[in-house]
């Protein structure tokens, strides 16, 4: 796709975000030549619908953000080697979910990002799940799940969530579908063996997973089903439950799951990349390589792509 020249004066390449409120999200920003050059550096970007955009300089490569506002406003950032940024009105600063060798320098690239009923956990390839329990404070939380260092094998988590911190979903590469109840792993059997790249805990018994080819899965407690959809092969990347509905996409489109198990392209106009989704506080954004927008009912779209 051909790089388009923002406001800025500079081509931008956008990652995963977050939306605060409706009048705040966040998202992880590039400039196109400095990734061309293999330069890590990165900006944090707030969109305030007051002041539009602002940014803060990382040296190092962020790939997903979470921010709680209770007690108080906490933005976190983690990179795939486990280094976090967190912004509060104290000013930011940094923390390491696990520096050891049994950590991310060993296992592989942590992935995801999750809040989980006010806990906050993180996963990546190895199977690995960390979970933040005070300050620079993370511990393990994949005993039983976890792959042994020194273990060749190609196995990992892509995403995390779950209703409670007693009742968790992971998901990740071979399709695999794991289930950890009262800090106890388990894994599921799944329909499917492509990689799983997002997995979304809607309430009990209703949890949706979707990854490589098109694929969608719909979980009941430990039973998991494909839904066969005719709409698209395209790798699935985002989901976002939004105005009582599940929302998907890929790297060109955002679709809907009607009534009927099919998925519906939304039409929006003058957005050519999607990718990730967020929804909160009656709006949804589509976080895309290219385009940054967001909606109250999927029918109007508000491009605010810098």
Known sequence: MTKKKRKSGSTLSFGAGFV?????????GRIDELADAGEPDCWLMKWTMENKWGHFDLEWSATRIWVF??????AFAIGPEGRVCLGSHAGPVEEVVDASDEGPKARGPLRDLRGIDGALFTCGMGRQVYQR?????????DEGVVVPVGEVTLAGFNSIDG?????????????????RQRGKWRQLESPTNVILHQVRAIKKNLTYACGQKGVLLLGDGDSWKEIHHTATEDH????????????????EAVYVLEDDEELRRIPMKGIETCGHLHANDGVMWSFG?????WTEDTVMWHDETP
């Not at 506002?69 to 906490?74: R, S, Y």
């Not at 209703?163 to 289930?179: K, M, P, Q, T």
């Not at 390589?289 to 927008?293: H, I, S, V, W």
Request: aromatic share 12%; no cysteine.
């Open 133 to 141: 329990v005070g300050k620079n404070r993370w511990v393990r939380a």
């Open 20 to 28: 605060q409120n409706r009048n705040a999200a966040r998202v992880i």
């Open 236 to 251: 699935l990347w985002g989901m976002q439950w939004f105005n009582k509905r599940l929302y998907v996409s890929s790297d």
């Open 163 to 179: 209703l409670s911190e007693n009742d968790i979903y992971a998901v990740g590469f071979e399709g695999e579908i794991w289930r």
């Open 289 to 293: 390589t290219k385009d940054l927008a």
């Open 69 to 74: 506002t209770e007690p108080e406003a906490e």
